[in-house]
C-alpha cells in the first residue's frame, strides 16, 4: 500500500509569491489533515478534510492559506501571497474515517518551504 | 492555550536499557494521546495511541496515561541505538486535529 505522498519535496520562493502544495493521501482514506512546523516549533494542526468538505480549518494563519479538496482525493494548499513567517515544513496526513484506524494517521514526508 | 509539554532531552540512554519519555498535557478534555517518533528529516511514524487509564503495551513499547495527573508516558524497554530520534507525543479533544509538544530526542548509545 502507498503511503502518503506530497510534492513538492522542497520549494523556495520569493515573497510575495505564490505556492501550491500537494498532497496524495493514502487510497481510501476520507479524512485528510494539513500540519505545519515552523523551525523551533512544534507541528501545529492547520486544518481537516472530510472527503471533500472542510471538518476544521480552526488552525489555519489567515486568509492567505487556501486548501482544496476537489472530488475528495488529494488535496492542495495554496499560499498567496507569501509571507517569510510562512517558512517551514508542511506535513500532510490521512486516515480512515471510521472504525479501525480512525485515529491512526499517518504522514507524508512533508515539503519544506523556504520563503527568501 | 492548550498546551503538550515535553522535555526537549536530549535523552540519552545505553543500549538495552529501558528509556523513559514524559509528556503533560493542559487540555481537561483531550480524550486521546499519540505517540510518533521522528527521525531526522523524515515524517512523524505513529508507534502507539492510547485512551484509557492505564497501560498499553505492544512489543517493547508500553504507553502509559493518568488523567488525573494529566501525564503521558512512554516506555521503550531493550533500547537499541535505531530507536534513536524525536519522540513526539500528541493529545486531541476532537478525535482527529492533534496537538503536539515539541518533541524529546532520544540518544541510544552502544
Known amino acids: 500500500e502507498a503511503g502518503v505522498t506530497q510534492f513538492p519535496s522542497h520549494s523556495v520562493i520569493e515573497k510575495g509569491q505564490t505556492v501550491t502544495l500537494r498532497c496524495d493521501p493514502i487510497?481510501?482514506?476520507?479524512?485528510l489533515y494539513w500540519y505545519r512546523r515552523v523551525m523551533g516549533k512544534e507541528i501545529k494542526f492547520l486544518l481537516h478534510?472530510?472527503?471533500?468538505?472542510?471538518?476544521?480549518e480552526s488552525g489555519m494563519p489567515n486568509n492567505r492559506f487556501l486548501a482544496e479538496r476537489t472530488g475528495g482525493t488529494y488535496s492542495t494548499l495554496k499560499v498567496q501571497p507569501a509571507e517569510l513567517e510562512d517558512s517551514g515544513v508542511y506535513f500532510c496526513?490521512?486516515?480512515?474515517?471510521?472504525?479501525?484506524?480512525?485515529?491512526?494517521?499517518?504522514f507524508g514526508p512533508g515539503t519544506r518551504l523556504t520563503v527568501t | 492555550q492548550k498546551e503538550v509539554e515535553q522535555n526537549s532531552g536530549p535523552l540519552s540512554v545505553p543500549e538495552g536499557a529501558i528509556a523513559s519519555l514524559n509528556c503533560t498535557y493542559s487540555?481537561?478534555?483531550?480524550?486521546?494521546f499519540f505517540w510518533y517518533r521522528q527521525y531526522s528529516g523524515k515524517s512523524p511514524e505513529l508507534i502507539m495511541f492510547?485512551?484509557?487509564?492505564g497501560d498499553k503495551e505492544d512489543g517493547r513499547f508500553t504507553a502509559q496515561l493518568n488523567k488525573a495527573s494529566q501525564y503521558v508516558s512512554l516506555l521503550i524497554r531493550d533500547s537499541q541505538p535505531s530507536d534513536s530520534a524525536t519522540y513526539l507525543c500528541?493529545?486531541?479533544?476532537?478525535?482527529?486535529?492533534?496537538?503536539f509538544g515539541k518533541g524529546t530526542s532520544l540518544l541510544v548509545t552502544p
Open positions: 496526513a490521512s486516515s480512515h474515517q471510521n472504525g479501525p484506524g480512525t485515529y491512526e494517521q499517518y
Open positions: 487510497s481510501g482514506h476520507d479524512n
Open positions: 478534510f472530510v472527503k471533500e468538505s472542510k471538518q476544521d
Open positions: 487540555d481537561r478534555g483531550s480524550q486521546s
Open positions: 492510547i485512551y484509557s487509564n
Open positions: 500528541a493529545d486531541t479533544n476532537s478525535g482527529y486535529a492533534l496537538n
